[in-house]
């Protein structure tokens, strides 16, 4: 079965591996031919990952050398590895621990999850792995139904780096819970990407990844970043961008409920609910601001924290997990109207993804649509809006028709949220 990324990629999540580390200075002389360098970024250090999945073949040499253990085959899905030829193939149906040994007895280490986004999406986001369009089903693939997993098969699904079958094939693992739900196996199917139809499927494989020491990482001074607050069940943290540095991301944040600043807004939301709520969190550099499960000292704000916005109190911001670490990219045109879909049942949101300048902030309330399930709803889906110039906000309070995929759906758009112009010409 051919499965694929999502808007923030699937993988499945465990405790944290051991780092393998490259020798210092490394560079392209000293890098594996089976690796590809991923350059130091906004969302990830530099790191090397492996240009395809381990095969059947990688692991078993690890399991003739007495370090790892055969895989337990419990699902129909690892079927074929009992095949002749499944040698070239991808290693899968693998326990909690076992990819990390295998990675580790290669002095390499499984990518993080931010790791693994970062490789499939690229810093700026990108819609597929090879870039924006979306290609047909390759002529032979059987991607409607069950077959046997392959291994760097499909040429169109190379990223630019040279990574293969990121978008398809088995599912992957990853040392840790940047984004998703601890432990929940939960992965998209292909052809249906951009329809963001969730399935469980059994078998995993998995690649490795290497730090390097890279002279052209990025140093970033500790900024202040400002954050929309909206939502209630759960809370959102939404950081407010600009086409400039440190300020050049998108990025939405989901809160755990017991925080402080959580409770605070929640409790003010009931008994006043204000328009507009803005938090600034203590300055510091974005990545470790939004880091997941993690606790910062915040400032809530009633109306905007530059505009004469009212300090309700600062208290312990408590960040759940991450839905969206997208870097802007001002030189690419917007040849669509995109959004991001997200929340659950009882409250859902759009979300304007900014492309090209000059370009503008928008969050809108939204009815929940019935047509689109609940996980890919908390997790949140791209929708374009084709009746409307990719430069012009969408009106509120209207019925609106959007695409996702290739559905069309008709949202019942709410009041505006958020709106800024100005800092995004």
Request: with cysteine; hydrophobic share 40%.
């Amino acid at each position: 079965m051919r499965v694929a990324l999502g808007w923030l990629g699937a993988v499945l999540l465990l405790g944290c591996a051991g780092r393998g580390r490259a020798p210092a200075g490394a560079g392209a002389e000293a890098m594996p031919a089976d690796m590809v360098l991923l350059p130091a970024g906004a969302t990830t250090d530099g790191f090397l990952l492996d240009r395809l999945e381990v095969s059947v073949a990688d692991y078993q040499r690890c399991v003739d050398a007495g370090v790892c253990n055969a895989p337990t085959k419990v699902s129909s899905s690892c079927r074929y590895l009992d095949a002749a030829d499944a040698a070239g193939l991808p290693m899968s149906c693998l326990v909690a621990g076992e990819p990390e040994r295998y990675c580790a007895w290669r002095g390499r280490r499984l990518p993080s999850g931010r790791e693994w986004v970062r490789a499939a999406r690229g810093e700026a986001g990108r819609a597929w792995p090879w870039g924006e369009a979306a290609r047909a089903c390759a002529p032979g693939d059987d991607c409607a139904g069950v077959r046997t997993p392959w291994r760097g098969g499909s040429g169109a699904d190379v990223s630019p780096e040279g990574v293969h079958d990121l978008a398809g094939n088995l599912r992957e693992w990853t040392s840790d819970g940047w984004h998703g739900d601890p432990g929940r196996p939960i992965q998209l199917y292909t052809p249906n990407w951009p329809d963001l139809a969730f399935i469980t499927y059994g078998g995993f494989g998995f690649r490795c990844a290497r730090d390097v020491e890279s002279a052209s990482a990025r140093v970033e001074a500790p900024a202040l970043h400002g954050m929309l607050m909206f939502g209630e069940t759960p809370s959102y943290l939404y950081h407010l961008p600009m086409f400039r540095r440190p300020h050049d991301h998108q990025v939405l944040l989901v809160l755990q409920p017991d925080g402080a600043l959580t409770q605070a807004y929640v409790a003010e939301r009931a008994a006043r609910a204000a328009s507009l709520y803005t938090v600034v969190p203590e300055p510091g550099l974005l990545a470790e601001v939004v880091r997941p499960r993690s606790t910062r000292v915040g400032r809530l704000v009633r109306g905007h924290f530059e505009r004469g916005g009212t300090t309700l109190m600062s208290g312990e911001l408590a960040v759940s997990h991450v839905l969206q670490f997208r870097r802007l990219a001002p030189e690419l045109r917007e040849a669509t109207l995109d959004y991001l879909l997200v929340g659950n049942r009882r409250e859902a949101f759009l979300i304007h993804l900014i492309g090209g300048r000059p370009s503008f902030d928008q969050v809108l309330r939204v009815a929940p649509p019935a047509e689109v399930d609940e996980l890919v709803l908390a997790r949140g889906v791209r929708v374009s809006f084709p009746g409307h110039a990719p430069g012009q906000p969408l009106p509120a309070g209207r019925a609106q028709v959007a695409r996702l995929g290739a559905r069309q759906l008709t949202l019942a758009v709410g009041a505006e949220v958020y709106r800024e112009l100005d800092e995004l010409r």
